[in-house]
């Protein structure tokens, strides 16, 4: 596994997504070769870019789920502190550049303006090793179960999730705990919206259910 160069470490993290988009290959990428890209000390820059896509409201069919997976098995690595182990089925699936970049690149400014609010060393607790990290990689995992629902469709549905994932690793690479507190509470907020959607949808099918045995 590569590791990242130091230059590109100590760069802004909208700076380092931006030059990992303009590498991608113009035709397909597989997620070992993003991996490589960013080494085992870049994997949270790497959650943030498989965010990016669902910031805006455009959907290609299947992404979710292999980006929610990719990301729920770095969150899981990062909370045993072990090694990161993909799938070798997700390892080799080609991931299409041709509407990914474009998008991404579309994303980016939403980053931006994460980052231009986001500043190093506030509430400091919350972005310290030991429990609060757990909990913190415990947050990150939620998020990627929610990405992964099956609610694509649904307006939304996978822009909260995903905004929770790149607020908190944006807190936990610039060690932002208020960022971090965002993420928490971007994650309750798609809890509460799927609840709502989940009971909606039940509603529904019982008021229909109701009429046609009436």
Not at 57 to 81: C, D, E, K, Y
Not at 152 to 174: E, H, K
Request: some cysteine; aromatic content about 6%.
């Amino acid at each position: 596994m590569t590791t990242m160069h130091p230059a590109f470490n100590c760069a802004p993290v909208s700076q380092r997504l931006r030059a990992l988009v303009r590498s991608m290959p113009r035709t397909g990428i597989t997620l070992s070769e993003l991996i490589g890209r960013v080494g085992n000390d870049g994997l949270l820059i790497l959650v943030a870019l498989l965010t990016l896509v669902f910031l805006i409201p455009v959907s290609i069919p299947g992404v979710s789920t292999v980006f929610g997976a990719a990301i729920l098995l770095i969150s899981v690595s990062r909370l045993l502190r072990r090694d990161l182990w993909i799938p070798a089925r997700l390892q080799h699936r080609v991931i299409g550049t041709r509407k990914l970049r474009p998008l991404l690149r579309k994303a980016l400014g939403w980053l931006k303006k994460i980052e231009y609010v986001s500043r190093p060393n506030r509430i400091g607790w919350l972005v310290r090793d030991g429990a609060i990290d757990m909990l913190n990689s415990a947050a990150l995992i939620l998020g990627a179960v929610l990405l992964m629902m099956p609610f694509g469709l649904i307006p939304f549905s996978n822009t909260f999730p995903a905004l929770a994932i790149l607020l908190l690793a944006i807190g936990l690479l610039q060690k932002d705990g208020v960022c971090v507190l965002l993420g928490h509470v971007s994650n309750v907020v798609t809890v509460v919206y799927f609840a709502v959607l989940i009971g909606g949808g039940g509603l529904a099918a019982r008021e229909l259910f109701q009429r046609m045995t009436a």
